[in-house]
C-alpha cells in the first residue's frame, strides 16, 4: 500500500483514538500509552527513521509477546491489576464474547489460531524476520480484532487498547525499514568476483 495513504490512515486512527481519550473521557494503560505514544512519532516522521521504525517494530512485538504471556497467566492471575485475562480459559471467553453467539463453538479454535499468530508476529517483529511482512500480517490481524471488537465489546473497549491505532503503526512499519533484523545477519553478502587477467 501507498506510504501516503498509510500515513494518513494512521493519522486518522490517532485522531479517533486522541477524540476518544479527551471527549469520552477514556484511557488506557501506560503500556498501551508508551506504544500509541511511539507509533504517533512513527506517524509524524512517516516511517522514514530507521532508528524510530526499529523501536516501534520491537515495542509493537513486545506488546504482542505481552498479551499471549497475559494469556498463560505470565503476568498476573484473572482479575490482578494490568491483566486483561490471566488465564487462557479466561481469554477462550473473552474470544467466545467477540463472535456472533451462533459462532460460539469456534472461540476454542479462533483463541488458538490468534494465539498462534500473535505469537509469530511478537516473535517476527522482535527479530525482525521479515520484518515488513510480519508487520503487514500484524496489521490485517488487528484490523480483524479492532472490527471483532467494535461490533461485538464495542468502540470503547476497542480504543482502551488502542487497536486502530497499533494497526495504523503495523501497516506504517510494513513500508519503512528497520536496523537489528535477523534477516539481515543471514542475508547473504555476494562479494566480487575478483578480475581475471
Known amino acids: 500500500m501507498n506510504r501516503h495513504v498509510v500515513v494518513g490512515l494512521a493519522v486518522l ?27 504517533a512519532l512513527l506517524t509524524v516522521t512517516a516511517a522514514r527513521v530507521v532508528a524510530i521504525n526499529t523501536v516501534v517494530r520491537i515495542l509493537l512485538g ?3 509477546a505481552g498479551s499471549v504471556a497475559d494469556r498463560f497467566g505470565l503476568l498476573g492471575a484473572p482479575g490482578a491489576s494490568g491483566v486483561s485475562w490471566g488465564s487462557y480459559s479466561a481469554f477462550t471467553d473473552y474470544t467466545r464474547s467477540l463472535v456472533p453467539e451462533v459462532l460460539d463453538w469456534s472461540a476454542p479454535t479462533l483463541a488458538a489460531i490468534a494465539t498462534v499468530l500473535e505469537t509469530l508476529c511478537g516473535i517476527g517483529l522482535i527479530l525482525g524476520i521479515a520484518a ?66
Open 132 to 197: 515488513r511482512t510480519t508487520a503487514r500480517v500484524a496489521t490485517a490481524l488487528l484490523i480483524g480484532f479492532a472490527a471483532a471488537m467494535w461490533t461485538s465489546v464495542g468502540f470503547d473497549e476497542m480504543c482502551s487498547y488502542g487497536v486502530l491505532v497499533v494497526a495504523g503503526g503495523a501497516a506504517l512499519l510494513g513500508t519503512g525499514d528497520t536496523a537489528w533484523n535477523l534477516d539481515h545477519m543471514f542475508r547473504r553478502r555476494t562479494l566480487p568476483s575478483p578480475a581475471v587477467q
Open 62 to 64: 513486545a506488546l504482542f
Open 13 to 39: 486512527a490517532l485522531v479517533v483514538e486522541l477524540g476518544w481519550l479527551v471527549f469520552a473521557a477514556g484511557s488506557v494503560g501506560s503500556i498501551t500509552a508508551a506504544v500509541l505514544a511511539s507509533i
